[in-house]
């Protein structure tokens, strides 16, 4: 189907109804549909699955759109609705410290999440991967590997991270490691043995 075959169609039809659901797939601007029948023409989801969910998503009077899937405006007012409630939450919660801006809670909710880099990852490894997690992770920790003791290894990873803005987080046995990750721009240390 497209917009025009349902326009013709649709057109021929006596109809009262409140609001014509069209399938989300069909191209095109629905409000052509409107402008000949005088009826509310919005577009519905993609995906049959979905369809509890914009039957919910009308009772509630939510506003659909005449050119987006609904799948896809229900989808995005869900994100926004959720991320109100989320900072609702870290405006309240008890905070123990802050680092670079980033609020640690004494107790979750809200949830901080770090995500440690493979420590067998090189450098040049490590920029990718911070690139690939940066957008769900709050802290980046890196390290190096287990028995290596490498304090410019360690910088050239902390180095590596540091254009995520995100926290940077250093791991590691050695002494010398965390010292130098530090230096180099890291904001918390995440492993310290005191001999």
Request: hydrophobic share 40%; charged share 35%; no cysteine.
């Amino acid at each position: 189907m497209s917009i025009d075959y349902l326009k013709e169609r649709l057109k021929k039809e006596k109809l009262d109804y409140d609001l014509v659901v069209i399938p989300g797939l069909i191209p095109g601007d629905a409000s052509k549909i409107e402008e000949e029948i005088k009826i509310k023409v919005v577009k519905g989801t993609e995906d049959a699955s979905d369809i509890p969910f914009l039957i919910d998503a009308i009772r509630r009077g939510v506003p659909l759109s005449p050119t987006e899937a609904a799948d896809r405006v229900i989808k995005s007012q869900s994100e926004e609705e959720f991320m109100r409630i989320y900072n609702e939450i870290k405006e309240k919660a008890k905070v123990a410290f802050e680092v670079n801006g980033l609020k640690i809670p004494i107790r979750p909710p809200p949830f901080i999440v770090a995500v440690e880099i493979n420590p067998k990852l090189t450098p040049k490894e490590v920029e990718e991967e911070v690139y690939r997690v940066s957008d769900f992770a709050d802290i980046i920790v890196v390290g190096n590997e287990v028995g290596i003791n490498d304090p410019e290894l360690m910088k050239r990873k902390v180095r590596a991270s540091l254009d995520s803005g995100k926290v940077i987080g250093v791991d590691s046995i050695s002494p010398r490691e965390l010292i130098e990750g530090v230096k180099e721009g890291a904001s918390l240390v995440l492993n310290l043995t005191i001999r």
